[in-house]
């Protein structure tokens, strides 16, 4: 899903909500409206091959603002990619670690927390990151106020998905899926990173 300018508005329910599938959200400078629920939800449905039916999801955001709480269960995945000036306020998996996330919030850009957040990895200036109080936990460690972190991007397949697919969207020539573009191994990769 890509847009830009104009406004979205959802009258129900989470603004974005991803199952049983691997998407790309591109936004870029887009006002943003939801009734209830959160920004981001990733997770397992109805939908799908039990214990492989969740939600892996690339949100890049370019002179955005986000606000509002992200959810990535067990079986899901995200990849947040602040840049040019965009500006996130709020907090991820606020009930603990689960799935595998991403946050890349480069010079220009910040990401102000509402809530004790748990990611898996982050890419940041020492400027960027605003704790405003809370605890965000960095594969399980607490990040310092104040200091530059250089993450890597997680990837996540949907049972089924032929391709490889990396965070920007390009699909790749072989069964795996990777984070940073390059080609991985001949197979499947599961949600877990593991090779199938």
Same mark, same amino acid.
């Given at each position: 899903?890509?847009? $830009?300018?104009?406004?979205?508005? !959802?009258?129900?329910?989470?603004?974005?909500?991803?199952?049983?599938?691997?998407c790309?959200?591109?936004?870029?400078?887009?006002?943003?409206?939801y009734?209830?629920?959160?920004?981001?939800?990733?997770?397992?449905?109805?939908?799908?091959?039990?214990?492989?039916?969740?939600?892996?999801?690339?949100?890049?955001a370019?002179?955005?603002?986000?606000?509002?709480?992200?959810?990535?269960d067990?079986?899901? $995945?995200?990849n947040?990619?602040?840049?040019d000036?965009?500006?996130?306020?709020?907090?991820?998996?606020?009930?603990?670690? !689960?799935?595998?996330?991403?946050?890349?919030v480069?010079?220009?850009?910040?990401?102000?927390l $509402?809530?004790?957040?748990?990611?898996?990895?982050?890419?940041?200036?020492?400027?960027?990151?605003d704790?405003?109080?809370?605890?965000?936990?960095?594969?399980? $460690?607490a990040?310092?106020?104040?200091?530059?972190? !250089?993450?890597?991007a997680?990837?996540?397949?949907?049972?089924?998905?032929?391709?490889?697919?990396?965070?920007?969207?390009?699909?790749?020539?072989?069964?795996?899926?990777?984070s940073?573009?390059?080609?991985?191994?001949?197979g499947?990769?599961?949600?877990?990173?593991?090779?199938?």
């Open positions: 899903f890509t847009m $830009t300018g104009g406004s979205l508005t !959802a009258l129900s329910g989470d603004m974005f909500y991803i199952t049983n599938t691997t790309v959200i591109q936004l870029t400078g887009v006002a943003l409206s009734a209830g629920g959160e920004l981001l939800c990733a997770q397992k449905d109805a939908w799908g091959v039990s214990g492989s039916n969740g939600g892996h999801v690339t949100l890049r370019s002179g955005q603002t986000l606000d509002g709480a992200i959810s990535v067990s079986l899901s $995945t995200l947040l990619v602040l840049a000036g965009s500006a996130y306020t709020g907090a991820v998996n606020t009930s603990g670690a !689960a799935g595998s996330v991403y946050v890349a480069p010079e220009g850009c910040t990401w102000t $509402t809530g004790d957040s748990q990611i898996t990895s982050l890419t940041c200036a020492a400027s960027s990151i704790l405003n109080g809370h605890t965000l936990y960095v594969d399980g $460690t990040y310092t106020a104040g200091t530059a972190s !250089a993450g890597t997680v990837s996540g397949t949907v049972s089924g998905q032929t391709g490889s697919q990396s965070p920007d969207g390009q699909m790749g020539q072989t069964g795996s899926q990777v940073d573009g390059q080609m991985g191994q001949t499947s990769q599961a949600p877990d990173g593991q090779m199938g």
